[in-house]
């Protein structure tokens, strides 16, 4: 079970990394941050989202990884925190998961 702060802390990440991904992408295709994972210790957070089309995935995921450190440069801007977390980023494979359960449940 996670801490209270560690839950505020995931959650101001994925919305800003959200915001980041939309300015900084090439639009070629839809980059969602769905959610955050924190460290107990607040040092680590691994930010999932999911792509559309899926095609563009892998290029999705190598852009997140290329602009890690951009990215905390942002966060050192727009957050108040006093110690940036190690960031990583993820493709949300169970959001991916859900959605093609929910098409099976669908036919």
């Given at each position: 079970m996670s801490s209270r702060r560690?839950?505020?802390v995931a959650e101001l990440i994925a919305r800003l990394a959200g915001e980041f991904l939309e300015r900084e992408s090439n639009h070629q295709s839809l980059i969602t941050v769905t959610r955050?994972?924190?460290s107990p210790?607040?040092?680590n957070v691994t930010?999932?989202?999911s792509v559309?089309?899926?095609k563009f995935e892998q290029s999705a995921l190598q852009f997140a990884k290329r602009v890690r450190t951009d990215f905390r440069e942002y966060l050192k801007k727009k957050s108040e925190m006093k110690f940036l977390p190690t960031v990583d980023f993820e493709l949300d494979l169970g959001e991916k998961h859900r959605q093609k359960i929910d098409t099976l449940l669908r036919k």
């Open positions: 560690q839950t505020q955050s994972d924190m210790d607040l040092k930010i999932y989202f559309l089309p899926e």
